[in-house]
DNA sequence: AAATCATTCATACGTCCGTCCGATTAGGGA
DNA sequence: TCCCTAATCGGACGGACGTATGAATGATTT
């Protein structure tokens, strides 16, 4: 009967996404997680063998999350510049977690990437999902040739936000700078594409 | 007679800072600063007490480094748009250092801000030297009222770039940015502050 | 009712960590 | 020369960590 079970593992998996974002993966230990999860100690060892299992399963669950939420707006919006605004919009309505503990990816990207290279990786793969996503928005907006480029600046100026509002924990020049990239998209959706 | 003490405890404070850098505070061990500087196990007990104090230490070493630099910077450079240029020349000059670990004050900072207040608080101080710095150079540019907004925002410019590149090992991305900037800096100082 | 197997627990192992101590060496002033 | 102190070492402490085991539990199937 893995009715039971499943709920179980979701309920660690969704612990430890939590906790790694709060506290960082390396900061986080077994013992935080079936805490967290109310799991008894050595239950958590049935359903993952190794620390990097749970994280696998977290970046997963992710992942999952933000493919569901790109579809989502690709339904709720018509225009590719409202799915543009739509994205930035997540700046102001996480500006509470971003001030606390920055960006769930970014943060989690810098942190594999001092000496954990394979996992690493598979986090690389959520910065693309919306690097694609982004790309394909910028390409219907006539931008086709530089849509790549457009979406990682943007991706880039999002992450540059992030850090500093997180680093002073200045909710101000989050919602300020966030404004500024808004109608730095409306610029582009103009035509006017000199500071592009 | 405290001269080879002094060199001992230099020695240490470098080690520990590079490792910092590259492994990140949390990951690195004491074994791995003492092997990388060549000190034997328990003679770093003589110098610091905790592990905090070597980091408080390496923010330290840090802070007098940066304002040696910026001190030259300003000895070097005579218009203030010759110095905002050096400063984003941090970028290509360390490109591959930024590739590799991402930007020295920005992953520390991060990995500080999940749950280690009291020293990412030191480590702030880092970013607050550039920000006052690029102000100076901003109002002295002519943008005396939006000098601050100013550097915050190239400061936030620059974590992205750095985050994104580290992310990616991206090093194409990096340098095509960095020009980006160097263009907008440009533009700044002719006056066209449309896109600022 | 018995058998089966997924799931739940308490507990323990070995390792490495940050921290600390005590003994030893070395070097300049008296 | 002797002495005092700065500085150097090796080693060990308790604890927390990730990992692992195996017995207990409980529901489902036959």
Chains 1, 2 share one sequence.
Request: net charge negative; aromatic share 10%.
């Amino acid at each position: 009967m893995p009715r039971k079970s499943e709920r179980t593992r979701q309920r660690i998996v969704e612990a430890a996404n939590r906790l790694f974002y709060h506290k960082g993966y390396n900061q986080t230990s077994f013992s935080d997680v079936v805490e967290a999860a109310g799991v008894p100690r050595g239950n958590i060892y049935y359903y993952f063998k190794t620390k990097d299992e749970i994280l696998e399963a977290a970046i997963k669950y992710r992942t999952e999350r933000i493919a569901q939420m790109l579809e989502g707006w690709n339904g709720s919006y018509r225009t590719p510049i409202e799915r543009l605004h739509r994205f930035i919009d997540i700046l102001s309505n996480s500006a509470d977690a971003i001030m606390r503990y920055g960006c769930p990816m970014g943060t989690l990207n810098t942190e594999l990437g001092k000496g954990q290279g394979e996992l690493q990786e598979q986090a690389e793969n959520l910065f693309k999902m919306f690097e694609s996503w982004l790309s394909d928005q910028f390409a219907e907006l006539g931008y086709a040739g530089r849509a790549r480029e457009l979406a990682l600046r943007l991706m880039a100026q999002g992450q540059g936000i992030s850090t500093m509002s997180h680093v002073h924990s200045d909710a101000g020049f989050l919602l300020r700078e966030k404004e500024h990239l808004s109608r730095w998209l409306d610029q582009l959706a103009e035509g006017n594409d000199d500071c592009a």
